[in-house]
T-cell receptor, first 112, second 112 residues
């Protein structure tokens, strides 16, 4: 079965600093996607960033970037220059042909 | 682009009452459809997914059922609610599988 593991239930960071959220996954596929989603207090799920496994270059979206290590099946999210609005639950996700598996989430608090 | 309509936003139901949550999709056809449940402060549990009309796969045995009577309509039901059915229910879609999921606004269900 495909599994996604986030080992950090909670993290905090000072405003303007950098924080990295960890994610590991298990898959038997060679070509696949990985995603990070953000869920703010409104509980709307927002796609933050995507990574295609066949691309060696790490994806970047403004202040958000990933460190994708395919051999290690690791997919961490780095948030630079953290802002108060980054406070949210963050979920790592791995889709298959029929479903989408999510990690348990990391609750990130950005402190002023 | 696709739009996911999910209603109601909030629902309070007594134990033993029936449930019907509806999710409809606009802007795309033949999506994969998903129902997730999220307990307070926790991750997403995949309940059901559907790859086509009348095709429903269940992830966990439970008091709930799902149906897909039309291509872009996904319904979550129960004949008799339990206290343990309380939670935040999210409808999601993906296009073609193995891609990102897009989410509705969610329904907060409280069984009393």
């Amino acid at each position: 079965a495909q599994t996604v593991t986030q080992s950090q239930p909670e993290m905090s960071v000072q405003e303007a600093e950098t924080v990295t959220l960890s994610c590991t996954y298990d898959t038997s596929e060679n070509n696949y996607y990985l995603f990070w989603y953000k869920q703010p207090p409104s509980r709307q799920m927002i796609l933050v960033i995507r990574q295609e496994a066949y691309k060696q270059q790490n994806a970047t979206e403004n202040r958000f970037s990933v460190n994708f290590q395919k051999a290690a099946k690791s997919f961490s999210l780095k948030i630079s220059d953290s802002q108060l609005g980054d406070t949210a639950m963050y979920f790592c996700a791995h889709p298959t042909i029929n479903d989408m598996r999510f990690g348990a989430g990391t609750r990130l608090t950005v402190k002023p | 682009s696709q739009t996911i309509h999910q209603w109601p936003a909030t629902l309070v139901q007594p134990v033993g009452s029936p449930l019907s949550l509806e999710c409809t999709v606009e802007g795309t056809s033949n999506p994969n459809l998903y129902w997730y449940r999220q307990a307070a402060g926790r991750g997403l549990q995949l309940l059901f997914y559907s790859v086509g009309i009348g095709q429903i796969s269940s992830e966990v045995p439970q008091n709930l059922s799902a149906s897909r009577p039309q291509d872009r309509q996904f319904i979550l039901s129960s004949k008799k609610l339990l206290l343990s059915d309380s939670g935040f229910y999210l409808c999601a879609i993906s296009i073609g599988g193995n891609t990102e999921a897009f989410f509705g606004q969610g329904t907060r269900l409280t069984v009393v």
